[in-house]
């Protein structure tokens, strides 16, 4: 089994978010993709399992954090789009996630950089309870007059769920310091994969901040899944106008500057789709 590692939503190995990826995981069993995600440490990687049975464009994926299963994780997602293109040509990959088909297209931009833009399965978003939301911005040391009234809190879904929790200001998403041990007991318990904290900077700009505790990550530096639950959140809510581009600037505040690309379909309940570029580390 040969580990590759990249980083995703980055054209420069010293930004993006790190992931590794197996293209070819054929008979590994659970224990052996866990104690292998633990060593490479990464908060994802990512394992690629050929259907011969199937046509040759799709594949089973499983992803793994240094301590579970993860349902869906975007970014190592692009990460092995981009691994399986360089080595085998661009394309369109079908994925078998827990969650549903995911597919994901690769072309290579005029410097020779590979660019993956994958389709989330169907989004959605939920009312988050006020006690769970107090108990969320406890955990986060905000408070609620911090936060931005044009963009109601929801966990939105996009292959995983995500808390949408919106910064009235940049100053307040830069200051990032939570109760680790209070917010990943929460979120195991609510089912939650990141924290999506936002602060929009524009109509179709916007930063954003993942604490990532349950994966034993204090900050995840790009996270696409969060992307595309936050995409279909702006469209369910009417907060755009599909269809439309949105940029996500993620990883800044910690050194690994990121750049998610969202494109929002018109038709409600599509899914969404997230672009970006990976590099070998």
């Known amino acids: ?41 990464y908060s994802e990687t990512a ?8 046509d040759k464009g799709e594949f089973g994926i499983r992803y793994f954090s240094p301590r579970a299963e993860v349902s869906f994780c975007g970014h ?9 293109a360089e080595r085998h040509g661009v394309g369109t990959l079908r994925l078998r996630t827990k969650v549903g088909m995911v597919t994901v297209t690769t072309s290579t931009l005029e410097d020779g950089l590979v660019v ?27 408070s609620a007059d ?3 009234p044009a963009l109601p809190p929801r966990a939105a879904y996009g292959g995983a769920w995500h808390p949408i929790i919106a910064a009235a200001s940049r100053e307040r998403l830069a200051d990032l310091d939570y109760d680790f041990s209070a917010l990943a007991e929460l979120m195991d318990r609510e089912g939650w994969a990141t924290i999506d904290l936002v ?5 179709t700009v916007y930063h954003a901040r993942n604490p990532f505790p349950p994966g034993g990550v204090v900050e995840d530096p790009a996270t696409g899944a969060a992307a595309a639950a936050f ?14 581009d949105l940029t996500v600037l993620q990883g800044y505040d910690m050194g690994r500057p990121s750049i998610i690309k969202v494109s929002l379909p018109a038709e409600p309940g599509s899914g ?10």
């Open 199 to 203: 602060q929009q900077e524009s109509p």
């Open 76 to 84: 190592a997602t692009i990460a092995t789009a981009v691994a399986h």
């Open 146 to 148: 911090e936060l931005d």
């Open 231 to 244: 995409g279909g959140y702006l469209r369910e809510l009417g907060m755009v106008a599909p269809p439309s």
């Open 272 to 281: 969404i789709a997230v672009s970006g570029s990976a590099v070998a580390l």
């Open 1 to 41: 089994m040969q580990v590759f590692r990249y980083a995703a939503f980055t054209v420069d190995p010293v930004g993006g978010n790190p992931a590794g990826v197996v293209l070819d995981a054929t008979g590994t069993d659970d224990a052996t993709m866990l104690a292998t995600a633990a060593d490479i440490g």
């Open 47 to 54: 394992f690629l399992v050929p259907l011969e049975e199937e």
């Open 116 to 142: 993956a833009t994958l389709v989330s399965v169907a989004p959605c978003s939920v009312p988050i309870p006020d006690l769970v939301l107090a108990e969320l911005l406890a955990a986060l040391r905000w």
